[in-house]
């Protein structure tokens, strides 16, 4: 397989742009689907009955130190 023919100088400074608007948009649907990982993730946490339990029993068990005089 041959190797790519250089582009012409026209067409360089369009391609430059192409390729860093691609990379931006890219970046930006990385950026996002991390978020909704993140946010799939902890509403999963906040959901799981046993994670509930356990802020319960934290909470009651610290609620003292809070509240003593």
Do not use: Y
Not at 13 to 21: E, H, L, V
Not at 31 to 56: E, L
Request: a positive charge; charged letters at 25%; zero cysteines.
């Amino acid at each position: 397989m041959s190797a790519r023919p250089p582009l012409s100088a026209s067409v360089e400074p369009a391609a430059t742009d192409f390729a860093t608007r691609l990379a931006r948009r890219a970046a930006r649907i990385a950026r996002a689907h991390t978020r909704a990982n993140a946010q799939a993730n902890a509403q999963a946490r906040n959901a799981d009955p046993t994670r509930h339990a356990a802020r319960w029993r934290d909470a009651a068990l610290l609620w003292p130190l809070f509240t003593e005089d």
